[in-house]
């Protein structure tokens, strides 16, 4: 038994009941303690051999119940039952680790720490159970927690502890008892079975013993004592008809099970809960780690792990959802799926497991089966057998008739439920795998030796080369993809954990010569490997595969790596052609995948892992062009998406522009032309990242040099938009940097601005509404290509351009110093304008007022000119109020223009040409206000009336402009007479 203290209370396993073994008959007494009194281990200052009496007690102690050894043995001496005794507790701390945490954590440390620091004292081993006090530390409040231990054949197979804290794993307390007796035995007190003890008293001593006992705890035992007290005193007693009597401390029966002591109620408690939680991540993550619980259990060939697999799969069974869904007739959430296929794995692991006996592979069997009667139990997810096609039926007739086999078998090995592939690897590695700890006890990434295979003919082969070629050859394996989202995402990540683990692996000349051989054998073996001349168009992608091979054959073999690798590419899903070993013209534009085809809903992953391998095989090909060349070709054929495409395009341009040395030609010309077919690709279709890639394209080009600008600006219309080309590529060519990037002296700067020239004036015969200005303002360097760019403008704007371009080459002409003809374009604007009585805060009147400024510097015929348009294109009466206050303001004329200087004069209203446009700003607030008046309400007669006042403004710029207004308001009166409050407003401000 034992006894300790904790800082915070912690979660404790509550203990089963005392063995209930009976003692038929005490060994005899040994002549003194004997060996081992109060002694452990040898102190490590020692070397010498253990004793035959140690080495026997240790095999004797971890393999047979004491019972066992009483009934084989009639007297056995107090040493060697001492020697069993002590030995028969656990040995190995990284056991103690497994049943106090999930992995590595608090529990466990803690309880070091409660040891490092001292709290454990009052330790007794009383036959198989320890016992100890643990008292308080300076930094924590006085606590004392009794914790009591019992172990049976170097395994605990109870615990309690007074922290009263409920867990599957030990407590801290626990954790520090169990590592104080191993770490420290020659400081435990030993004691043999109480019944040893009790056998050396006489009658006195008994019951001075009993009476003792009681009175220590009267109030616990003396109900309990008194009991068994009257049955032993009565004849007839069912404790009379058996001889012997329980001693707890001397380990459990024959019969009992030999295993660690697990809680089973807080097991199914805990899992029960977690699955209550549904799909939150937290719980996910928990009964993963009880999975990762139940391997390792499986790993140390702990009985346990069965078990608590089985305590897990009965509350997977109770789980109420199931039914739910099942009534419904849907199906159960991803992260369920997963939860059940890890389930199903274990299943496999525990079933296969050699180490098991086969009535326990029976009773297992029995059990599942069992559960797989019942209606809840769900169905394996995923499509497998013989309901897929088979992969022959789609395969050219001519490689059938070279004697090619059907593939009747289209079970996929990697993504299977089971995932029978990562269970042999995982088996296969176990027996290889080197245990490493840092320094602070953490485990190392795993490393691994090689173990030969006993009467293989092979002298090579190793269980490390069998997992290797397991890996392998499951990865290989030609599979149609299954159906459903949640089935095809399985495929993935199945690769990707297969892949995780053989990246594990450190290549070997044995590991390398497995890995050339496999590879060779798949690039040859038909219809069954992935890597196949020819494969099935619903075959699961290689891609991922096929870049752990390139990168691990490339040091080695580089000619072979480039061969799978470049096998690999195809993706004959996205195919126009049913024969994925058709090598016809590249597809530039997106495929679609037939209807009577599965959705691939892991299309997009899919195709990043493609693009993927396409970028490492570019970065490892860097400067050989014919490499280079090669995976180019492939990529232009395979890959279908233009987003991918421009990222290999990026990736192959940073790897060749580094920023410490000189770039490389070779992989720019590559990531210039896969920048071409972006292009190409997206000329016709939406891509939100295109104005992205049109720049960067120039900058590649730029980087590559003159003749690739050149070359682009000269086949334009091939790879961009007219705007595209005006905006973007010719004016990024032209720029100041571009110029100083290239060093280019004066004959290289005129064919690159001539190019540009030629490009813009193309591209505003093309698109004048949007490339006019461009090409203007390109052209203005060279007067003939300014001139013909002007002129297109003209020929464009009385047909295909609206009022706003037009408005803004004008100011843009202005601005170059040439009025005359901004005049001539905002003319042209006014002509396809028009502006509602309404339309007050219209965008366009901050262009009109600036043409009629315009029109009015430049003297009294252009402002003539402009005032009819104006009349007919704008009808808003504040605007053309506006527009009359300004011209009234000032005199016309401009003295910056030959021949023409301001007359010093203001213009009057009552002449031309500011006479119609004071009749027409009139007629327009007569119009607006009745419109207006049509339908106001009493919250607007305020606004209504300041309007009122703006118009009496205008009316008096005439000369009868007081007798106009007044009839005007008369006559509101009048029509509007029954509106009496408005009326009455009027009135008051305008008599």
């Keep these: 038994m034992a006894e300790g203290r904790r800082e915070q209370p912690h979660p404790l396993l509550s203990s089963p009941p005392a063995s209930k073994r009976p003692c ?53 001496p107090e040493p060697v039952q001492r020697r069993i005794v002590y030995w028969s507790f656990p040995r190995n701390e990284k056991e103690i680790c497994m049943y106090s945490s999930f992995q590595y954590g608090l529990p466990f440390r803690r309880g070091i720490r409660l040891l490092e620091t001292g709290c454990v004292e009052n330790v007794l081993q009383v036959g198989k159970c320890d016992k100890y006090n643990e008292p308080a530390t300076s930094s924590e409040p006085e606590v004392t927690h009794k914790v009591a231990i019992s172990f049976d054949r170097c395994k605990i197979t ?12 030990y407590c801290a307390h626990v954790v520090a008892l169990s590592l104080y007796r191993i770490r420290k035995p020659e400081q435990v007190k030993l004691r043999l079975p109480i019944s040893e003890t009790l056998f050396q008293m006489n009658r006195d001593q008994l019951q001075k013993l009993v009476q003792y006992l009681i009175t220590a705890h009267h109030t616990e035992v003396l109900p309990t004592a008194q009991k068994l007290a009257d049955e032993i005193l009565s004849s007839n007693s069912e404790i009379n008809q058996v001889h012997g009597a329980p001693d707890p401390t001397a380990g459990a029966s024959i019969d009992d099970d030999n295993c660690w002591h697990l809680d089973e109620d807080q097991v199914r408690e805990q899992v029960k809960q977690f699955l209550s939680q549904g799909g939150y991540y937290g719980s996910g993550k928990q009964l993963n780690s ?8 499986l790993r140390m060939r702990d009985s346990n792990g069965a078990r608590m697999l089985t305590l897990i799969t009965e509350q997977f069974m109770a789980d109420p959802r199931l039914s739910l869904w099942r009534q419904q007739g849907t199906g159960m959430t991803d992260k369920c799926r997963q939860l059940w296929d890890e389930l199903g794995a274990l299943w496999v692991c525990v079933v296969l497991n050699p180490h098991c006996k086969s009535d326990e592979k029976m009773g297992w069997l029995k059990q599942l089966k069992k559960w797989g009667d019942m209606d809840v139990c769900p169905l394996e997810d995923g499509n497998y057998g013989s309901e897929l096609p088979n992969i022959t039926n789609a395969l050219p007739q001519k490689l059938l008739q070279r004697g090619i086999t059907s593939t009747t078998n289209l079970e996929g090995w990697v993504g299977h439920p089971l995932d029978p592939i990562g269970c042999l690897f995982t088996t296969l590695t176990e027996t290889c795998r080197l245990l490493c700890f840092s320094s602070d006890g953490d485990p190392k990434p795993p490393a691994y030796n090689h173990v030969p295979v006993w009467g293989s003919p092979d002298s090579g082969e190793s269980y490390l080369t069998l997992a290797l070629e397991v890996a392998l050859m499951g990865m290989g394996q030609q599979r149609i993809m299954p159906e459903g989202l949640y089935a095809q995402d399985k495929v993935c990540r199945n690769e990707e954990q297969i892949v995780a683990k053989l990246q594990e692996l450190e290549l070997d000349d044995l590991l390398v010569h497995t890995l050339r051989k496999q590879a060779v054998q798949l690039l040859e073996a038909g219809p069954f490997s992935g890597l196949g001349e020819v494969i099935h ?5 290689m891609h991922t595969f096929a870049k752990y091979l390139f990168s691990a054959l490339l040091p080695h073999d580089a000619e072979l790596a480039y061969k799978v690798a470049l096998r690999a590419m195809r993706l004959p899903v996205l195919e126009s052609t049913a024969g994925a070993g058709d090598v016809g013209h590249s597809h530039h ?40 060349r090669t995976v180019l070709e492939a990529i232009q054929k395979n890959i279908h998406s233009s987003s991918l495409i421009f990222k290999l395009a990026q990736d192959a341009f940073k790897i060749a522009t580094p920023a410490d040395s000189p770039p490389d030609i070779t992989l720019l010309n590559v990531a210039l032309e896969l920048g071409l077919q972006v292009m190409r690709m997206t000329l016709s279709t939406l891509n939100w990242r295109r104005r992205e890639m049109v720049r960067w394209l120039v900058t590649c080009a730029t980087e590559v040099g003159l003749r690739a600008l050149v070359s682009i600006l000269q086949s334009w219309y091939t790879l961009f938009t007219p705007t595209e080309a005006t905006s973007i590529v010719a004016a990024t060519v032209m720029s100041h940097n571009t110029i100083l990037r290239l060093s280019l002296d004066y004959p290289q700067r005129e064919e690159l601005a001539s190019c540009a020239r030629t490009l813009a004036l193309q591209c505003a015969m093309k ?3 949007n490339c006019a200005l461009s090409a203007l303002t390109l052209c203005e360097k060279d007067h003939i290509a300014f001139e013909t760019a002007y002129q297109i403008v003209i020929d464009a704007a009385s047909t295909g351009m609206t009022y706003s371009q037009l408005f803004t080459i004008a100011r843009y002409m202005e601005h170059r110093g040439y009025p005359l003809r901004s005049f001539k374009l905002a003319s042209l604007a006014m002509t396809h304008l028009n502006l509602a009585y309404n339309q007050d805060t219209h965008p366009a009147i901050n262009d009109v007022l600036w043409a009629c400024a315009l029109s009015h510097s430049l003297g009294k015929n252009e402002l003539a000119a402009i005032i009819p348009l104006v009349v007919k294109s704008v009808h808003c009466a504040t605007v053309l109020s506006d527009i009359l206050r300004r011209c009234t303001m000032t005199a016309p004329g401009l003295a910056g223009i030959p021949g023409r200087r301001n007359s010093g004069k203001l213009m009057s209203t009552d002449k031309a040409p500011l006479r119609q446009l004071l009749d027409a700003t009139i007629s327009a607030y007569i119009n607006t206000t009745h419109s207006r008046l049509t339908h106001i309400s009493p919250r607007h007669y305020g606004e209504f009336i300041e309007f009122l006042s703006k118009a009496r403004e205008t009316f008096l710029l005439a000369q009868d402009g007081h007798i106009q207004f007044a009839q005007f308001i008369d006559n509101l009166k009048q029509i509007y007479k029954g509106k009496k409050k408005l009326m009455m407003l009027v009135r008051e401000r305008f008599g």
């Excluded at 502890?161 to 794993?169: L, Y």
């Excluded at 009880?290 to 259990?297: L, S």
């Excluded at 168009?537 to 992608?541: D, H, I, L, N, Q």
Aim: charged fraction near 25%; glycine fraction near 10%.
């Design 767 to 769: 698109d004048p509404q």
């Design 158 to 169: 109870s615990v309690t502890c007074g922290c009263g804290n409920k867990d599957i794993f």
């Design 290 to 297: 009880m999975f990762a619980k139940v391997r390792e259990m």
């Design 24 to 76: 038929l008959r005490p060994a005899p007494r040994g002549p003194g303690p004997g060996p081992g009194h109060g002694s452990g281990l040898p102190s490590s200052r020692y070397r010498s051999p253990e004793s035959l009496l140690d080495c026997a007690a240790k095999a004797v102690a971890e393999k047979w119940a004491f019972e066992r050894v009483e009934e084989r043995f009639e007297r056995i």
């Design 589 to 628: 534009g997106i495929s679609i995948v037939p209807s009577r085809y599965p959705r691939w809903f892991t299309l997009g992953h899919l195709e990043s892992q493609q693009c993927e391998l396409a970028s490492t095989m570019l970065t490892a090909a860097k400067g050989d062009m014919l490499r280079l």
């Design 537 to 541: 168009r619903e075959s699961v992608p």
